[in-house]
């Protein structure tokens, strides 16, 4: 079919591409039109555009963007790399200790990847409850570091296998213990996969909704998900600050992915192809 038909192909492929670049063209040229236009013609160019969207949400007194965007970053920072850490100990004792048993711890964490987070968090909502942990930060982290640990747990082992066992037992040999060896000799070269961890953990924890809304609360205040769901009442409707709002939440978790790019292509061929 390819002889027959040359075009075919880049046809599909600018087809499949404007399918899935239509959601991003609507999200970002409806930023900088009046809401009115918004309503009226979605899928027109912003012409002439404004900046009133984004003043708007800046500058809102009650601080929502403001203050979800440092609940946001806290939660965010502090559930990833409480997660890593855990994640490349757990992974390094299970890949290095050669029981039979590592398999099976591994296949019951991932099993708990199977269930969705909406089925458990009635009981986690009452866990924390009596722990005195609901509706308070380090709850909601506590929460994201259990559900997540066994994805960064699974990536680390994939990546702890390809590193050679001579350099551990080198250091070994000039007499560093087991833990100054993993974090001096293993960890640093876990670095591609703590990259891909974090990108893929940091992007999950950002983007989560459930969670912030029922662990978090109203009275430990809000993540920016959380910000532009409350950022429509019932009586106002504002759709250019709503799409104003979806930007500016992006634009954090889209700079982080930046500035990790490479590891994180390399974290993610890295276990695959060694070993």
């Known amino acids: 079919m390819n002889s027959r038909m040359p075009w075919m192909r880049p046809l599909l492929a600018t087809g499949v591409a404007a399918v899935f670049c239509m959601p991003l ?21 912003p012409l002439p555009p ?3 969207n984004l003043e708007h949400v800046l500058s809102r007194p009650d601080g929502l963007f403001w203050y979800g965007l440092v609940n ?3 939660l965010t920072a502090a559930s990833i790399l ?6 490349a100990m757990s992974a390094y004792h299970l890949v290095r200790s050669g029981r039979w048993w590592s398999r099976a711890v591994l296949g019951v964490m991932l ?19 009596a722990i005195g942990l609901l509706h308070s930060m380090p709850g909601a982290v506590l929460v ?9 747990v699974f990536v680390f082992m994939g990546f702890i296998r390809s590193i050679p066992r001579e350099l551990e037992e080198a250091a070994a040999v000039d007499g560093a213990g087991r833990f100054r060896i993993f974090w001096q000799v293993v960890f640093p070269l876990l670095r591609p996969a703590s990259a891909s961890v974090l990108i893929f953990l940091g992007v999950w924890v950002w983007n989560d909704f459930l969670t912030p809304l029922l662990v978090l609360g109203p009275g430990a205040g809000n993540t920016v998900t959380v910000g532009i769901f409350r950022s429509i009442g019932p009586y106002q409707q504002d ?3 709503v799409f104003a709002f979806m930007l500016l939440a992006t634009l954090p978790v889209l700079a982080f992915y930046l500035a990790f790019q490479k590891q994180f292509v390399r ?5 695959a192809t060694k070993g």
């Open 239 to 241: 759709f250019g600050a």
């Open 144 to 152: 994201d570091v259990g559900y997540y640990l066994p994805f960064a």
């Open 25 to 45: 063209y609507v999200a970002l040229v409806n930023v900088f039109k009046p809401s009115s236009e918004v309503v009226t013609s979605p899928l027109a160019l």
């Open 82 to 87: 409480i997660t890593t850490v855990l994640a």
């Open 50 to 52: 404004t900046l009133d």
């Open 267 to 271: 974290g993610l061929t890295g276990g």
């Open 111 to 129: 099993s708990g990847l199977m269930i969705p987070p909406a089925v458990i968090m009635l009981p986690i909502t009452r866990i924390l409850d």
């Open 72 to 74: 946001s970053v806290t």
